[in-house]
């Protein structure tokens, strides 16, 4: 189950994440740090496309809790995700692998 991911964003610390609908973003309070992403397919994919992180706060597994944020939500809304980011491709799903069931298929994506 989604919830049980082991990846940080469980913890009492965890930042806030909002998810601004109108921007199609997860981001924090202060707005500075955000996942984007645009909807496709209908509906039914969610395209991760970019994560902003302000220098000053990099490192700290700020990215990993915005990605959290969006998995989460895409899982709860039953959304394919296309992860065309490169942290979260790169980074975030080769250590969170237990959110490559919602990845949307190479055959789809050619559909799109
Ligand atoms: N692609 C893949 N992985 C990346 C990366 C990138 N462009 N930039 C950094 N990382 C990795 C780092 O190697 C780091 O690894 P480490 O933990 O072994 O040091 C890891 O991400 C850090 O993870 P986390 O702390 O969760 O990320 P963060 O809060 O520092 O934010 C970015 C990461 C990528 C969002 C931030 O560096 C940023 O905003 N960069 C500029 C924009 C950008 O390149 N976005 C990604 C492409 S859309």
């Not at 199609?24 to 397919?41: G, P, S, V």
């Not at 895409?74 to 992860?83: E, G, K, M, N, R």
């Given at each position: ?28 309070e202060d707005k500075k740090a955000y996942l ?77």
């Amino acid at each position: 189950m989604a919830s049980t991911n082991p990846a940080a964003g469980s913890g009492t610390d965890a930042p806030k994440i909002i998810w601004n609908q109108a921007q199609r973003r997860f981001e924090t309070e202060d707005k500075k740090a955000y996942l984007q992403y645009l909807i496709k397919n209908g509906g039914k994919v969610m395209d991760m496309i970019h994560t902003f992180v302000p220098s000053s706060k990099r490192g700290l597994g700020l990215a990993s809790h915005l990605c959290l944020a969006a998995f989460n939500h895409a899982d709860a809304h039953s959304l394919s995700v296309i992860p065309s980011c490169s942290y979260i491709s790169d980074t975030f799903l080769p250590r969170n692998p237990t959110w490559n069931y919602l990845l949307y298929s190479e055959e789809k994506k050619s559909n799109l």
